[in-house]
């Protein structure tokens, strides 16, 4: 389970800071003696281990408000990682992921999620239930398909780069927070990116290369000139 002396010393250095660090350990499983600062623990950083999966008792970290679990082996997240009620920022970008908990959505305070590089075949409904999500990576996995329910979803930026979609759904044009929607490298054609996307939609950014069709046909869509103003608008403002 990784250098015993080494996790020792970074436990009892997050005891007094709040932040655990234990990147690169060779660690197989959770640290049981992190469970002893589930009340102070706010930041902490398992990525690049070896785990197979987290302790039910990952519920009981009331303060903690990042978790990184990149790189590790996780096939699946226990239950107990949805009564975390203060987290803002779970990361777990390449594991071995095929789904997310039934009650996701009831960890209330995230913003920032990182799925990047999993075996996800579907889109977890459940993340369109968090009200404060900015950010949602689902970049690189093996989702076909974008559900209607995704309607409701709250971020502002949604990543679905390198997956194996075919169309975009016109629902993402409800969307009500969403200003950048990346689908590099999926199967899109230029006629499966509805008309309302563009015209009616808060996106300012489509990152769309690799797809079915490129810049200058996409030119020639209807509704194009209405994204292009918001597209401008946009970078008026960062310029």
């Not at 102070?40 to 408000?65: M, Y």
């Not at 103003?229 to 008026?236: D, F, G, I, V």
């Amino acid at each position: 389970m990784g250098n015993q002396n080494s996790v020792k010393k970074h436990i009892e250095h997050a005891e007094r800071t709040g932040v655990c660090q234990l990147s690169s350990m060779g660690l197989d499983e959770f640290p049981a003696q992190l469970l002893g600062l589930s009340s102070k623990l706010r930041t902490l950083d398992l990525s690049s281990n070896k785990l197979r999966g987290l302790p039910e008792a990952i519920g009981n970290f009331a303060v903690l408000k990042s978790i990184i679990l990149n790189s590790n082996s996780l096939s699946i997240l226990c239950d107990g990682i949805c009564k975390l009620r203060k987290l803002e920022s779970l990361s777990i970008s390449h594991n071995r992921l095929v789904s997310l908990p039934p009650d996701i959505g009831k960890i209330t305070s995230l913003k920032v999620i990182n799925l990047q590089g999993n075996k996800l075949g579907d889109i977890p409904v459940g993340l369109t239930q968090l009200k404060h999500l900015d950010s949602l990576n689902l970049s690189h996995n093996s989702i076909k398909r974008i559900p209607d329910e995704m309607k409701d979803l709250q971020a502002v930026e949604l990543n679905l780069n390198q997956n194996q979609i075919s169309s975009i759904p016109e629902c993402l044009h409800q969307c009500p927070r969403l200003k950048v929607l990346r689908f590099e490298e999926n199967c899109v054609p230029l006629n499966a990116v509805p008309e309302k996307l563009l015209t009616e939609s808060k996106i300012s950014l489509l990152a769309f290369d690799g797809n079915l069709f490129d810049q200058k046909t996409f030119q020639d869509a209807p509704g194009y000139g209405k994204y292009m103003e918001r597209y401008t608008a946009t970078k008026k403002k960062f310029d």
